[in-house]
């Protein structure tokens, strides 16, 4: 273990204070320190703090990095992890680990010198989904009482509906066909609906065959959206019944929507969705545990706007 740390600190005199041409290397193995999930802890406190030095290790500490704790119950942890069914794990086991975690310090360290947390994406996104996973982790394991998730859920009905079906019927008007630009058909045919005419003399007369028809049916968005796309599924969701929607310029062409009628949703039964607003109760107590954590962390904080941004 101490040839292993010797090795690192003897790397890092020999960097020395050049960042330069050496950030490279250094930013590969900032990457790379996304498997040092077990010494995080031990990252945050290389951030936030000076160095201490005592003549002895504390009860439960395993080994100090630059006066930083490597608790035992995390090399206990992550020794657990070699063990392979019935396999008992070895001092020469845990020694291995704990080489391994004094080593990961060390270069988490070193990235917190060279300023790779503020200034590589990886480094910073592994850093802060860590943070955010041990604030909410807590409410991941909620577990309310029915009394509490139904007043959740009746607070909540409109979210738990599912949304309406539709039956859409579609005009398409192709750019490959020769002739008229199929925008300039699409606004013909949609003068003459407007006016009245038979939409099946229009689209003979105007629109072509869409390669994907579709089922003429009462389908949920989500499935319309498998044929005519987000955008228009936005735009058929706003029609009335009957109702014909402005030229919808796409990928091949350009279409015309009409809704033909409109499924509503049953109500929502909480015994049926009892799970889906489970899982929503936690979602929303972790998003609001988040919040509060980052609103603590900014009161205790010096942070300044430029001007043109507040």
């Known amino acids: 273990m101490l040839r292993s740390a010797a090795r690192a600190n003897a790397a890092a005199v020999k960097d020395g204070d050049t960042v330069g041409s050496g950030e490279a290397r250094w930013s590969t193995i900032a990457v790379l320190l996304g498997l040092a999930a077990g010494v995080f802890m031990t990252a945050a406190g290389l951030m936030t703090g000076g160095s201490r030095h005592s003549p002895g290790l504390?009860?439960?500490?395993?080994?100090?990095?630059?006066?930083?704790?490597?608790?035992?119950?995390?090399?206990?942890r992550l020794a657990a992890g070699l063990a392979a069914e019935a396999r008992v794990v070895t001092l020469e086991d845990r020694q291995r680990v704990l080489d391994r975690m004094v080593d990961e310090a060390l270069l988490l360290g070193r990235a917190v010198?060279?300023?790779?947390?503020?200034?590589?994406?990886?480094?910073?996104?592994?850093?802060?989904?860590?943070?955010?996973?041990?604030?909410?982790?807590?409410?991941?394991?909620?577990?309310?009482?029915?009394?509490?998730?139904?007043?959740?859920?009746?607070?909540?009905?409109?979210?738990?509906?599912?949304?309406?079906?539709?039956?859409?019927?579609?005009?398409?008007?192709?750019?490959?066909?020769?002739?008229?630009?199929?925008?300039?058909?699409?606004?013909?045919?949609?003068?003459?609906?407007?006016?009245?005419?038979?939409?099946?003399?229009?689209?003979?007369?105007?629109a072509d065959r869409s390669a994907l028809p579709l089922p003429a049916q009462p389908l949920p968005p989500t499935k319309l959206r498998d044929y005519l796309g987000p955008t228009a599924v936005r735009t058929a969701m706003g029609l009335a019944e009957g109702e014909y929607s402005e030229v919808l310029p796409g990928v091949g062409g350009s279409r015309l929507l009409r809704l033909l009628g409109r499924v509503q949703a049953a109500e929502p039964a909480f015994e049926k969705s009892r799970v889906q607003v489970l899982n929503e109760y936690r979602r929303r107590a972790g998003d609001d545990a988040l919040r509060a954590y980052i609103d603590r962390m900014k009161r205790r904080a010096s942070v300044e706007i430029a001007e043109d941004y507040r």
């Not at 439960?60 to 995390?74: F, I, Y």
């Not at 850093?127 to 909620?142: E, F, G, K, N, Q």
């Not at 008007?173 to 003068?191: I, M, N, P, T």
Request: proline share 4%; no cysteine.
């Open 58 to 76: 504390a009860p439960g500490v395993a080994a100090t990095v630059n006066g930083r704790e490597l608790l035992v119950e995390d090399l206990e």
């Open 113 to 206: 010198e060279l300023g790779l947390v503020g200034r590589d994406p990886a480094a910073r996104k592994a850093l802060v989904s860590a943070v955010v996973d041990s604030v909410v982790t807590d409410s991941s394991d909620l577990d309310p009482g029915d009394e509490q998730l139904r007043e959740f859920f009746e607070d909540n009905r409109d979210y738990f509906r599912s949304s309406p079906r539709l039956v859409v019927e579609q005009m398409f008007f192709s750019s490959r066909r020769a002739g008229l630009a199929h925008a300039l058909r699409a606004d013909k045919a949609l003068a003459r609906l407007r006016a009245g005419e038979s939409a099946e003399l229009v689209a003979r007369e105007l």
